[in-house]
């Protein structure tokens, strides 16, 4: 079951793309996408993290498929994932020589969902449009769809020398931005072209042309939104790691998602060292909800705090509710349909606690400095209960309380 959706601002004239059980475009829902880092060849690593990622929202996972042993593992790598039960499109991400590895290993082409090609780097001179129509060509006799993946960092060197040549023998005055954007556009259209040519259906192919500057990608998907009936594939690649990732995928994907441009989005986080590739589906779904576009969990308000908040006891809370509603939530949404939309409000203070509790679905508003050392708790805007003892004490009671309203107010399915 999908998560609950919530308004739909997309472009109603897009052809629509069906991925496996996922549907792309066509005033569908906004999808999520991760991509694994493991290595593909490793399946029992690579169909756990694909495993956890679903798990965790994503609704396509792509991996890596470089090698001969990533690509002759695939097969076993899907029947691992689909034997665990889980049915998320998985689409292979080919580079330099996916006309090689389609071909020698067809288990690997039919196990596939999707095809993600780099028209920048499927080869060099004659060679190139040769290469990517070998894969359009698999991609059509297999019935897969394919996502043309246009990077600025990986562009066709010849067409780009070609633009900055142009540029400069007619004193066109663009910039280097303005110059790799009409590459990028040109590349995919370009690429859409040949990929039809080759055999594809317009109802197989999905775009994205992704760089690392904000300002840079709202003006090149603006361009290509205008240009093509495509899918858009959504992201700022490269986009660094925890804050900075964060903030400037925001920046950029909110306003082009809230204009109504993007089928599909992925939040390309750098993880830390031994961190959680789950983050970049996390904040993908947030980003979504965050928009009103989509609803993947419930929604938990915080205050940040501040010198009258005592905050050992209300940080601790906010973090163990996220931590306990997360690990709940994949059962949740199998069993609980509209769980999803969900307030919960955990407040530090006086000052905003009430209100903002009242308006939540749930709300607990905890004393602050020198406030009565007393917790109440409001449910649809009604106290019901004040809670008071020690911190896991509190904790445990307002978790109850949760799963007391989950299973009184959203009815099992």
């Not at 066109?172 to 110059?179: A, E």
């Not at 500057?213 to 240009?227: G, M, N, T, V």
């Not at 995928?249 to 306003?255: D, L, Q």
């Not at 109504?260 to 789950?278: A, C, H, N």
Request: hydrophobic fraction near 35%; glycine fraction near 8%; charged fraction near 25%.
């Amino acid at each position: 079951m999908l998560p609950q959706e919530h308004r739909n601002t997309q472009r109603k004239d897009t052809v629509a793309v069906s991925v496996g059980n996922v549907t792309l475009g066509g005033g569908a829902p906004i999808i999520v996408q991760s991509m694994t880092n493991t290595d593909t060849a490793d399946t029992e690593a690579t169909a756990r993290q694909v495993l956890e990622l679903a798990e965790a929202g994503s609704e396509l996972v792509r991996v890596t498929v470089n090698t001969h042993e990533a690509a002759s593992s695939v097969a076993e790598l899907v029947r691992r994932v689909r034997d665990a039960g889980c049915m998320t499109p998985i689409i292979g991400d080919f580079h330099y020589n996916g006309h090689i590895l389609l071909t020698e290993f067809p288990q690997c082409a039919t196990a596939l969902d999707k095809y993600r090609i780099n028209p920048g780097n499927v080869g060099a001179g004659r060679t190139r449009d040769t290469h990517f129509s070998t894969i359009c060509r698999v991609a059509a006799d297999h019935n897969k769809p394919v996502r043309i993946g246009v990077n600025a960092g990986s562009l066709n060197p010849d067409l780009v020398e070609a633009a900055r040549r142009e540029n400069i023998e007619h004193d066109l005055g663009k910039s280097p931005h303005d110059i790799l954007n009409d590459c990028m556009l040109r590349s995919a259209l370009d690429s859409t072209a040949l990929a039809l040519a080759s055999g594809l259906r317009e109802d197989q192919l999905v775009i994205s042309c992704k760089s690392s500057s904000p300002r840079h990608l709202i003006q090149l998907y603006r361009e290509l939104d205008r240009a093509t009936r495509q899918p858009l594939h959504l992201g700022l690649t490269e986009a660094g790691m925890g804050i900075k990732g964060l903030v400037w995928s925001a920046a950029s994907m909110a306003v082009l998602l809230d204009e109504g441009i993007g089928d599909t989005i992925r939040v390309s986080l750098t993880p830390r060292p031994g961190g959680d590739r789950r983050d970049e589906v996390y904040a993908a779904c947030e980003l979504l909800q965050a928009l009103g576009l989509r609803a993947f969990a419930p929604t938990i308000t915080a205050c940040p705090g501040c010198g009258r908040t005592d905050g050992a006891l209300y940080q601790r809370l906010a973090q163990e509710t996220e931590t306990y509603i997360r690990a709940r939530l994949p059962k949740w949404r199998r069993t609980r349909p509209g769980v999803e939309s969900m307030i919960i409000a955990v407040m530090g203070c006086i000052v905003n606690g009430p209100g903002e509790s009242k308006t939540a679905n749930i709300g607990i508003s905890l004393p602050g400095n020198d406030e009565d050392p007393h917790c109440p708790v409001f449910i649809d805007g009604l106290r019901t209960v004040t809670l008071s003892g020690t911190p896991t004490e509190i904790e445990t009671e307002f978790h109850d309380i949760i799963d007391t309203y989950v299973a009184t107010r959203y009815p099992e399915a």
